[in-house]
């Protein structure tokens, strides 16, 4: 009787493949930062999705996660990364845990990314990824992220990926002087603007490069999940 079965080897290849086209889609869309790329090429976004969902793993969608949160599309993490321009020698904080994807790539980029979550059950799964990636420079925290993590702070760079009125004061005052702030902001019911927001010792640059639309920041932790 013939095995019909695909050989394994087969299954990693397609995954291989299918990454290469992942990457090739992003180039195609305007990314040129080569340390963002391979970054994102590092990451096998699978991991980070549903079972049910991982035929689309690497399509440019937003993807549902656990919590009603939900997973960007690669294309805007790209974005965002790219906007934040970072270096290997800084320190980032990441306000929105969710799958863990956004902050994986980061720590292929940074020293040290610190990710905070209002949910309990997304920051465990999200420490478990990190661990089974070997991203030892990662690490997940439960809390409220608009307080930011002041006890890990200051920060060379923060990423916040939900959307709020303006940017929250508190994680203004954990930015290094000369560090960069990305994050949506607008109404929730309405497409925001993603900022990019520098700290100067004169004031701010505060600059909106692209329109998205993001669940938006609660305050708090969650009391269940």
């Keep these: 009787m013939m095995n019909h079965m695909e050989p394994e080897g087969a299954v990693v290849d397609g995954e291989k493949a299918e990454r290469m086209g992942f990457i090739l889609g992003l180039r195609q869309r305007g990314l040129r930062d080569v340390a963002v790329l391979r970054a994102l090429e590092l990451v096998p976004r699978p991991l980070f999705v549903d079972p049910a969902l991982r035929r689309h793993a690497y399509d440019d969608v937003a993807l549902p996660i656990a919590c009603g949160q939900t997973m960007s599309q690669p294309s805007l993490v790209a974005a965002m990364t790219e906007a934040l321009g ?48 070997g991203l030892k420079n990662v690490t997940a925290y439960v809390g409220d992220g ?38 949506p902001v607008g109404a929730p019911d309405e497409p925001q603007s993603l900022v990019r927001y520098v700290k100067e010792q004169a004031g701010r640059t505060r600059t909106e490069f692209m329109k998205a639309r993001f669940v938006p920041l609660v305050p708090g932790a969650a009391a269940t999940l």
């Design 146 to 183: 608009m307080l930011g993590m002041p006890a890990r702070a200051p920060f060379d760079r923060i990423m916040v990926t939900a959307s709020a009125p303006d940017i929250p004061m508190a994680l203004v005052d954990q930015l290094k002087l000369g560090g960069v702030i990305v994050m």
């Design 86 to 133: 970072v270096t290997a020698d800084h320190t980032v904080l990441e306000v929105g845990t969710g799958s863990g994807y956004q902050a994986a790539v980061l720590g292929h980029l940074a020293a040290r990314v610190v990710t905070v979550d209002r949910y309990r059950s997304l920051v465990a799964e999200a420490q478990t990824r990190f661990e089974v990636l």
